[in-house]
């Protein structure tokens, strides 16, 4: 079966929104650039909700050339939003009923792992029918000191166990925190 794999940047005090506002977002070396290649390049399908799809697509669809977004203008995309009817960005589909059976019908298809990118209301509910496999928590080295409810990692309600599988320290002070989902 499939695995969901998600990778989301956070800060120290929990806020992830707008992470191409932070300061540390263009450091993360080569070292960096190459464990979100591989990630992508170990999958075969990339899934998020509307809200970071917006983000995405314009930066993404404007660029080419590099091994990074060519991956990631070439693999499918799903996107989970009941209100995008005609995505401009190439191998965009929109699952805009009954996600969770979706995207549990997705896993079971023959094929690599999915790679969601952000965590909000689609993460937490796939956290919720224990379907999120892996998550990998960019751990940005600052407190942001704002936020709504809307902005952090956490949300009411939510709940999950998941195993410390690895740590990655970047030169520029980001540390990659794996978890996996416990076995059985």
Not at 16 to 44: A, K, M, R, T
Not at 59 to 71: E, L, T, Y
Not at 127 to 145: I, K, N, Q, S, Y
Request: aromatic share 10%; charged share 20%; glycine share 10%.
């Amino acid at each position: 079966m499939r695995q969901i794999i998600n990778s989301t940047y956070v800060t120290l005090d929990g806020v992830i929104q707008d992470p191409q506002d932070w300061p540390s977002l263009g450091s993360f070396s080569d070292q960096g650039n190459q464990v979100q290649f591989e990630l992508l390049e170990g999958c075969d399908a990339v899934l998020m909700g509307r809200h970071t799809y917006d983000g995405f697509a314009p930066v993404w669809s404007a660029r080419s050339g590099d091994p990074f977004s060519d991956r990631m203008n070439s693999i499918p995309k799903y996107v989970v939003s009941t209100t995008l009817s005609e995505p401009q960005w190439q191998n965009t589909i929109v699952v805009d009923h009954d996600p969770i059976e979706t995207i549990r019908d997705l896993k079971q298809q023959p094929g690599a792992d999915i790679v969601q990118y952000g965590f909000g209301r689609l993460a937490h509910e796939l956290m919720a029918e224990g379907m999120l496999d892996e998550l990998r928590l960019w751990v940005h080295p600052f407190f942001t000191g704002t936020g709504t409810p809307d902005d952090l990692i956490y949300s009411a309600g939510s709940s999950g166990t998941f195993d410390l599988a690895d740590t990655t320290s970047l030169d520029s002070g980001i540390v990659i925190l794996t978890y996996r989902r416990p076995a059985g």
